[in-house]
């Protein structure tokens, strides 16, 4: 008699799904990583800082030159509204400097 392979001629079992426990996935979705200590004051002074040198007509060409507003337009989603507020003032003046319009945009600046 001929050898028959088994995984030939018998048709395979039908897999049920487990049923049971899922694995928890670690963390949470969603969660956000803290900043570290002093972050949110850094961010204050230095936004304070750069409002006050940005009312200068040299300065104010100086740091758009330097593409300011790549690093003042994360600015906008602090959570502390007085950095808020300083990015939106320095975005302001240095609205008024040549060809700000098109970094801005660039950027991803919002439209006032």
């Not at 050898?3 to 487990?18: H, I, W």
């Not at 060409?61 to 003032?89: C, F, M, Q, T």
């Amino acid at each position: 008699p001929k050898a028959v392979d088994r995984a030939q001629s018998a048709p395979a079992p039908e897999t049920k799904a487990k049923k049971g426990k899922k694995k928890k996935k670690k963390g949470k979705k969603g969660k956000k990583v803290k900043p570290p200590a002093g972050m949110n004051d850094a961010n204050f002074y230095g936004a304070g800082c750069l409002r006050h040198i940005s009312h200068y007509e040299a300065f104010k060409i100086s740091i758009a030159e330097l593409d300011g507003e790549r690093y003042v337009i994360p600015l906008l989603n602090s959570k502390l509204p007085k950095v808020r507020w300083h990015a939106r003032a320095i975005l302001l003046n240095l609205a008024t400097t040549p060809s700000s319009e098109i970094r801005m945009m660039q950027f991803g600046a919002p439209k006032h």
